[in-house]
């Protein structure tokens, strides 16, 4: 009974405890739910941002791989494109190639042809040697000797004439070649001034009043003036002007210095005239002292006789063609110079030759002949060295030139005198001139035009192509050349070009 009472109070007391163990069982498994819970959730937001950094991730190595896959692929492109064109190169070397063997065939066939060709010419050969050894060994010794002879002196012969021909045309072309560059280093020295030629002075006037003075009572005092001068006096209605008119120049100078002082003075009679005329005359032949002195200094040409300078000197007052005759005996003499000097001749000679080569033309109108002899004689007259005598007698090759020097003094009086603005003719004579080179050029047939251009240095000659082929328009240009040489009077050189066009058109439909 008591172990009846005990097991019930045992089970009661477990009972209870059972109770209370459940209580706090319940207790604590309400807790633990709420953290598990609470775990739960933490551990699913963690898993869900794992997620998503695993999904952004696998987003960006994607991304990453797709453009390492399009890398790839656009250098596989590249490659593709440079694969495909060193294919096309080799393709088209690979054409090229074809082509050269092509032509190389073709060149070997022809080069085949040639030696079919040549084998013939030298069976002929052959055949002709055999001949004539055959016909020479029915010769003596004496007869083969000058068979032999005979053929290597024309093969000799011809051999030379080809070295000489060759030989000519070289030196021919060194020769055109050095003498360009000589004439256009010496011209690119040269700077001269341009002068007008006039055969008048003038002398200004305070007042018209003193024109009848200078006439005087009956033209006494006119008629002296001209007497004393040798020049003429032009009186019009001009204002405040009067005109000296004379060829001499230095004659008419006279008269213009005599009559400016006649006027400043005021004082006009024939015995007054006669005293101006004088002391004018002193002072012009003082000035062409002066002057001629002055060019030798220039000119850099030893101390001439005095006579000989002051002939020079008179120079000063001559012009030709609008240029000054002592100026351009200087710009001769300093271009003779320097030809001598470019091409070894005696620079002394050339100097004093070029200097001297007008002297005829300060008296060529008191004296008869030409310019070129009168001058030679008054250098001869004076014993001028007589190689500068032949320079200035050869210098329009009335004498034969037989020197260098007289060679080099022709070239630098052409280059002076043709220059450009070294001279100058009046309006009249330019188109007169031109006039006469297009009439010569229009009197041939088969010309259609003809035209004088750049100042009259070059004539344009259009030919009819029908009438006229390219041997006579060749022909054509040395006739008009020659005819104009032989009748026109022209400072330096006149190109003559002779055009012949032909045109053929159609029409497509």
């Known amino acids: 009974m008591d172990i009846l009472i005990s097991v019930i109070i045992a089970v009661g007391i477990f009972a209870l405890g059972g109770t209370t163990v459940l209580i706090y069982i319940r207790a604590s498994s309400s807790g633990v739910l709420k953290r598990a819970e609470d775990e739960a959730t933490g551990i699913i937001g963690d898993a869900r941002r794992e997620a998503q950094e695993l999904t952004l991730e696998a987003e960006r190595e994607s991304l990453n791989r797709r453009q390492d896959g399009e890398t790839e692929a656009r250098e596989a492109r590249r490659e593709l494109t440079r694969a495909e064109r060193r294919l096309e190169q080799r393709e088209t070397a690979l054409d090229r190639r074809a082509e050269q063997l092509d032509h190389n065939e073709q060149s070997m066939r022809e080069r085949s042809a040639g030696l079919d060709e040549k084998d013939r010419n030298l069976d002929k050969q052959e055949r002709m040697k055999r001949t004539q050894l055959e016909e020479i060994s029915q010769l003596t010794t004496s007869e083969a000797r000058e068979r032999l002879l005979n053929d290597l002196d024309g093969e000799l012969r011809d051999e030379a004439a080809r070295r000489v021909r060759a030989m000519e045309q070289s030196v021919k072309n060194e020769a055109d070649t050095r003498a360009r560059k000589i004439l256009a280093t010496v011209m690119q020295r040269m700077t001269s001034q341009v002068t007008a030629e006039t055969t008048v002075s003038s002398v200004p006037l305070p007042s018209d009043d003193l024109k009848g003075r200078i006439i005087g009572r009956e033209g006494r005092n006119i008629r002296a003036f001209e007497s004393a001068t040798g020049c003429d006096l032009i009186i019009d209605d001009t204002p405040g002007l009067v005109t000296i008119s004379g060829f001499d120049p230095v004659r008419r100078e006279i008269a213009r210095l005599a009559l400016t002082k006649l006027v400043q003075d005021g004082r006009i009679q024939p015995l007054r005239i006669e005293e101006s005329v004088n002391n004018a005359r002193a002072d012009v032949e003082q000035t062409v002292q002066e002057a001629g002195e002055r ?117 630098a009086d052409a280059m002076s005198g043709s220059r450009p603005g070294a001279r100058r003719d009046s309006a009249e004579q330019y188109i007169k001139r031109l006039e006469e080179l297009e009439a010569i050029a229009n009197s041939y047939d088969g010309v259609e035009e003809a035209f004088a251009i750049q100042a009259g240095r070059e004539v344009r000659i259009i030919v009819r192509p029908e009438t006229i082929d390219d041997v006579a328009a060749t022909r054509l240009a040395r006739d008009v050349s020659l005819k104009i040489e032989e009748t026109v009077q022209y400072p330096g050189e006149i190109k003559v070009t002779v055009i012949r066009e032909t045109r053929s058109s159609a029409v497509a439909h």
Do not use: M
């Not at 001439?304 to 002051?310: G, Y």
């Not at 004093?352 to 009168?374: M, Q, S, Y």
């Open 295 to 411: 060019v030798l200094v220039d000119a850099e040409v030893p101390t001439l006789h005095p006579e000989i300078v002051k002939t020079l000197g008179r120079l000063k007052f001559r012009y030709s063609y609008g240029q000054n005759q002592l100026r351009h005996a200087l710009e001769t003499s300093w271009l003779a110079a320097a030809l001598a000097i470019e091409l070894g001749a005696d620079v002394e000679v050339a100097r004093a030759g070029g200097l001297l080569h007008d002297l005829g033309k300060a008296i060529d109108r008191e004296t008869e002949g030409t310019h070129a002899l009168i001058g030679a004689d008054i250098a001869k007259r004076f014993s001028v060295n007589r190689e500068i005598v032949h320079c200035i007698e050869a210098h329009h090759e009335e004498v034969r030139p037989d020197t260098v020097e007289a060679l080099i003094v022709i070239c």
